[in-house]
């Protein structure tokens, strides 16, 4: 039995040691994950490199080395390191300055000394920079439909880096110089505008602002090195319509044919031929029809035909901007702008009522008819001659008139007895012009005066007649009667009383109303003031001739009061003092007053003047007398203020009552 466990022991121990023989002799695990920080496979402007991998487990010896291995293009050792110690990355590993792809190898040594298996990866280096480009020039301005745009950049020119073209890095700006990329010599992948190779070289721009942008553009090779000039390319971009005015389309209806005169201007491209670029015109469309164009920013069309015309303008600018309301490109273009002209060259008709309103007989009424542009009846005039004269015709006074009727107004009481014609000129809107003497049944328009029924208007003073003289202060009465033909009497009749007061009154007229009664009799009272004429007339009505009666004369007296100091007056003794007052509203006495005689008297004698004086401006005076003549002791002497007849005072002449003096 021992025999037999030492055999089984001996066998483990054999089985052991071949396994533990078999783990010491394995190789070092291939790294894993080799990859270059910054793209496995990619070109790089820089010839410094970072790299990193993983190391995997060892199954025998613990791993104690890193070995790696650069090759150059030609696929020679360039250089080869060991590193005592375990490493999962290398940074800082320069190339020589000379593009290429480089082969870059890693592997891992293990305590007994063993090398694994090594891991490969590619270093491709180009700092070479792409030659220039030339972006093609954009003709012209460009308009509102030359977007999308499409601007060909254009190829560099000789042969092409190693990491060959990426595409191209543009930038479009104010500024006539710039670069499209930050860095002086490389485009970041961001500011890369184009991918896909040096074929890909159009650019698509949706829209600009309007006035000069500039594009710079650079090749950007494989490795992100651009060009070392940057290409340009100007870009004059104008979206705005030009803004066209039309002249010599009347705001109403005209009587002519039609000059017009569609003026564009244009801020941006402008209307001169650029002779790069689209011609601009501008043109006048007329109802429709083909436009009349003329190159540049005037053109001109004239409008004959009578009726209502719709007229379009519009232009097309330097950058192919217009608003003809047409299709371009699939794009609608702005409706045009519009006038409307109308033209009549055909007089209206004319034609006088068939007969006078039998209410209103003095009232002329003419109808205009026009079917295109209608009556005017604010221009039109009527007038009146004697029949059969020859005299010109005297326009008379418009009336209020609807809009297709010519009215005026004719004052037959103005006129003499006799027959008259009237002549009627009108207008339509568009001012032509049309006479008249006819009625609409042909007949000749004339009338026969007098027209309405005469009137009489009769009044005096109360009385009195037609002159009439009072005190001061007193009101008169006046009184009348207004009658129709054979003395039928109007009542309810309205009359104007006129009262015109002599020069140096104040107010020097007053205007007041009476109405005549059932049997066309009237009176009223004046009120008192200065003296006067009073004018009584009836305007007369529709159908009752106006009447005025003869003037009436109203004379009123000045008003006068005079006192002594005393009764009695002392021969050679102190004077006698005389006060007075002419009595008159203050504000009909001027500044300097009026006029006053000193009159005095024996009874039986006439009235002397001994002295005259002036008012103040309320018509006081004041007078001192000294009697000296003995003659006068024992007399009874009358005295007395008298106002005399004198330019500019209203009243009529008047004395103040005497004052009874006795010399002693």
């Not at 543009?170 to 110089?177: A, S």
């Not at 594009?215 to 000039?229: F, N, R």
Request: net charge positive; charged share 20%.
């Amino acid at each position: 039995m021992r025999t037999r466990l030492g055999l089984a022991f001996l066998g483990l121990i054999a089985i052991a040691s071949a396994a533990f023989a078999a783990t010491a002799g394995a190789s070092p695990p291939r790294p894993t994950g080799l990859q270059v920080v910054g793209g496995a496979g990619a070109w790089h402007a820089d010839n410094r490199f970072t790299l990193s991998w993983v190391n995997p487990p060892a199954a025998g010896s613990p791993l104690v080395a890193t070995h790696y291995r650069v090759r150059d293009p030609e696929g020679d050792v360039l250089m080869e390191s060991r590193i005592g110690w375990l490493r999962d990355g290398i940074g800082g590993l320069t190339l020589p300055k000379a593009p290429g792809t480089y082969g870059f190898e890693v592997w891992l040594e293990d305590a007994a000394g063993s090398q694994g298996p090594a891991a490969s990866e590619q270093l491709r280096f180009d700092d070479v920079r792409p030659a220039s480009i030339v972006p093609e020039q954009v003709k012209g301005w460009i308009g509102r439909t030359g977007f999308p745009l499409r601007v060909r950049l254009g190829h560099p020119s000789g042969p092409s880096p190693l990491s060959g073209i990426r595409g191209y890095a543009v930038t479009i700006g104010p500024l006539p110089l710039g670069s499209p990329c930050a860095a002086p010599d490389r485009c970041t992948e961001a500011e890369t505008t184009l991918h896909g190779g040096a074929g890909n070289d159009r650019l698509t721009v949706d829209s600009l602002p309007e006035g000069t942008s500039y594009l710079h553009a650079v090749a950007v090779s494989g490795s992100g090195m651009k060009s070392p000039e940057s290409g340009h390319a100007v870009l004059r971009v104008d979206t705005t319509d030009p803004v066209t005015l039309l002249s010599g389309a009347p705001r109403g209806w005209a009587n002519r044919a039609v000059w017009l005169v569609a003026s564009a201007a244009d801020s941006g491209s402008g209307m001169e031929p650029l002779g790069d670029g689209v011609p601009p015109f501008t043109a006048i469309r007329i109802d429709g029809g083909a436009a009349a164009t003329a190159a540049g920013g005037h053109v001109a069309a004239s409008v004959i035909g009578e009726g209502v015309h719709r007229v379009a303008y519009y232009a097309r600018d330097a950058a192919g901007n217009l608003d003809d309301g047409g299709d371009r490109n699939g794009l609608a273009n702005p409706v045009p702008q519009t006038a409307t002209v109308r033209i009549d060259r055909t007089p209206p008709n004319l034609a006088f009522a068939n007969s006078q309103d039998p209410n209103d007989p003095e009232l002329l009424r003419v109808r205009i008819g026009d079917p295109l542009a209608g009556a005017d009846s604010s221009r039109g005039q009527i007038g009146v001659r004697r029949a059969g004269s020859g005299d010109r015709f005297e326009p008379l006074l418009p009336a209020r008139s609807p809009a297709s009727e010519l009215r005026a107004r004719w004052d037959s009481d103005a006129y003499p007895p006799g027959d008259y014609e009237f002549r009627a000129i009108g207008y339509d809107a568009a001012g032509n012009a049309a006479t008249t003497t006819r009625r609409r049944n042909g007949g000749p328009m004339t009338l026969s005066n007098p027209l309405k029924a005469t009137t009489t208007l009769r009044v005096s003073f109360h009385h009195e007649g037609p002159q009439h003289t009072v005190p001061y202060g007193r009101r008169v009465l006046l009184s009348g009667r207004l009658t129709a033909g054979r003395r039928a009497p109007l009542p309810g009749k309205p009359l104007r009383v006129v009262e015109r007061f002599l020069a140096g009154a104040r107010p020097a007229t007053r205007v007041s109303t009476a109405t005549t009664g059932p049997d066309g009799a009237f009176s009223i009272r004046t009120l008192a003031g200065p003296s006067r004429t009073i004018a009584v007339a009836f305007d007369g009505s529709p159908t009752l001739a106006r009447s005025t009666a003869p003037i009436l004369e109203l004379g009123v007296r000045s008003r006068l009061q005079l006192r002594a100091s005393a009764a009695v007056a002392r021969i050679g003794g102190a004077p006698l003092v005389f006060r007075g007052r002419l009595i008159t509203p203050g504000e009909e006495l001027p500044p300097t007053g009026r006029s006053v005689q000193l009159q005095f008297r024996l009874p039986g004698l006439p009235w002397a003047e001994f002295r005259t004086v002036q008012t103040d401006s309320h018509g006081r005076f004041r007078y001192a007398y000294r009697f000296s003549d003995d003659d006068s002791r024992g007399a009874r002497f009358q005295f007395r203020a008298y106002a005399p007849a004198q330019e500019g005072w209203p009243y009529e002449p008047a004395g103040s009552h005497p004052v009874l003096v006795r010399g002693r």
